[in-house]
């Protein structure tokens, strides 16, 4: 079992929808998550980090936490093609400064 | 979000010949890098942790002395891929911890293109 699970897509979205990315993780200790967003042939950029279970908003995106199911989620409102990326989740263990990557789901916003 | 650089972001080298690639933090202090390689189409690969002032930590499978990484300071980490081969080829890039922000994050360079011919 790998340690960050994504479906790898791709997610095909129409513009103006919501597009919700999911993410599991294995190890309960793990504390601090984060998503990223990578755009062909570019290095990843942070989009948001979460910590405490329930959700976090910033701006059309919005990171949920669920803690006890060992999930992560991302929403992304009113999706423009500029989204189309691969979203990657990544885990930062408890016990660890490494963060764990996921390999990515491929998002793709169709006009 | 905190800046970080890397120096070349592309470079194309005869095998057999050592490539050094440069990550710095240009608006905070890093204690630690991380150097990931991506192949086309997959997933980022932690290559080593990259401490200030001490030995880097390398992941399993990655050779030690073929990726030598030097962390002289708390503001550049180099990698440098010594007798490179085509293999070798990929997209490294470095990341750096700000932990000067109020909340540890994460921010990655902009990478490095490596073609070995």
């Known amino acids: 079992q790998k340690e960050v699970e994504q479906n790898s897509g791709p997610l095909s979205v129409p513009e103006g929808a919501i597009a919700s990315l999911n993410c599991t993780y294995s190890?309960?200790?793990?504390?601090?998550f984060f998503w990223y967003r990578q755009y062909s042939g570019k290095s990843p950029e942070l989009i948001m980090f979460?910590?405490?279970?329930g959700d976090k908003e910033d701006g059309r995106f919005t990171a949920q936490l669920n803690k006890a199911s060992q999930y992560v989620s991302l929403l992304i409102r009113d999706s423009q093609p500029s989204d189309s990326a691969t979203y990657l989740c990544?885990?930062?263990?408890?016990?660890?400064?490494?963060?764990?990557f996921g390999s990515g789901t491929r998002l793709s916003i169709r006009p | 979000g905190a800046v970080v650089s890397q120096h070349p972001s592309w470079v194309i080298c005869k095998s057999g010949t050592s490539v050094k690639i440069e990550c710095r933090s240009l608006?905070?202090?890093?204690?630690?890098m991380f150097w990931y390689r991506q192949f086309p189409k997959q997933s980022l690969m932690l290559m080593a942790t990259?401490?200030?002032?001490?030995?880097?930590?390398?992941e399993q499978g990655v050779e030690k002395d073929k990726f030598l990484i030097n962390h002289a300071s708390l503001t550049l980490s180099t990698l440098t891929v010594t007798s490179a081969h085509p293999e070798d080829s990929s997209f490294y890039i470095c990341?750096?911890?700000?932990?000067?922000?109020?909340?540890?994050?994460?921010?990655f360079g902009p990478g490095t293109r490596l073609l070995v011919l």
């Open positions: 990341s750096a911890r700000d932990l000067g922000a109020a909340q540890e994050t994460q921010y």
């Open positions: 990544a885990v930062r263990h408890s016990s660890a400064s490494k963060i764990i």
């Open positions: 979460i910590y405490s279970n």
């Open positions: 990259s401490n200030e002032g001490s030995k880097a930590t390398y």
């Open positions: 608006d905070f202090q890093a204690t630690t």
């Open positions: 190890d309960r200790g793990s504390q601090s």
